[in-house]
């Protein structure tokens, strides 16, 4: 049986980025993943905001997050689809806008407040009706499918395999981890690394392994044909997730992801709207904070109008376009920064998850990891150090603010 260097878990943006760079590196690498079409990239809005660094880690980040992207179709031989495109953050007439300015001004690039008149000039599909005004900003976008498919290309045309089965347990003998477990056989590898999303807590967990990991259940509507044509991305200025988030992963509630199921919070939504350049749609999402990893129990055709409904308001251009409701599972940690690196305790296991604002951030921390990994750089400004798993032995930190 061979031995890889490296088995990369999960196929979402994480694992595809890091296989890849893995692979960069010369190193063998296997590459696996369960096919699930409801991940959480596969349902991503795409976008990357370059512009919500609010510290010197998350300003760097999105620096270095921007420039890769600028190159990456060149660098893959693929297209992402990478476009910058005007990012409309909306309020409602009830909203006093310049009480939001405070809000902006702490991100690295403020967005700037403009009128509903404003608004509607950069995007005409809007209706003034109950349109306060907006705050905007230049916003990167890709798509997030194409993207996927790009990064395992050059994967294995750099030759690194791939493989679609479900990871059932890790193979551990003594404190190490030597390779995986799927339902016909196993796999040995010299480090393996969790890169599974949603999914990364509970396989760690059947293997007497606890990380700070946390996730909410992400609904959101995709209508694949849509005639109207949007020129910005629509999200709401007054955003609810992030506060959630900051209860649901406090050290008050961590004992609750251990039982369950349990709901830590209250249902939100946040409306907002994306285009891709094939005139898909998407919009969304409600987020609901339950620590068990199916979708139920929800009623679908409610949330589905609740969404619609919300998003209708601005623009009623979509108010007929046929779609339909998906669920995906989005994580997070206590602080806004991935968890990364090794696991305390056993050997030859790693950890790659819990991007609050993927494809801002995470293609240069893969790149920098894999190059870690391997010695063939060090971590100089202490950047990878910042996210290691161990962090949170000691008193937790406030969350980092970052937009999607």
Known sequence: MDTFDWIVIGNGLAGAALSYELVCQGLSVLLVDDGNPDSATRCSYGGIAYWSGTNPITQTLCDLGIERHRQLSEELGATTEFRELDLLL?????????????????????????????????????????LGGAFTVKHGHVNPIKTLSALNQAFRRLGGQQMMATVTGLVTIKNKVTGILTATQAYAASNIVVAAGGYSRQLLRSNNLRVPLYHTHAEMVTLPKVDAHLQTLIMPAVAQRFTAEHTASSANTDHLWEGGPHEIASPILDSGVVQFLDGTTYIGQISRFRTDLAPNP???????????????????????????????????????????????????LHIFAGFTSPFAMLLPIAQRFARWVCRSSHDSDGLLDKMQVTRFSQASTPKTPIAN
């Open 90 to 130: 909306t309020f409602g007439v009830e909203v006093d806008g310049t009480s939001l300015v405070e809000q902006y001004d702490k991100f690295e690039i403020a967005p700037q407040l403009i009128s509903a008149t404003e608004a509607k000039g950069l995007e005409p599909q809007l209706t003034m009706a109950n």
């Open 298 to 348: 929800v009623d679908v055709a409610t949330s589905e109008a609740d969404m619609r409904q919300a998003i209708t308001e601005q623009l009623p251009c979509l108010a007929h376009a046929p779609g339909q409701w998906r669920h995906s599972l989005v994580t997070f940690s206590r602080d806004g920064l991935p968890l990364l690196g090794p696991l305390p305790g056993v050997d030859g």
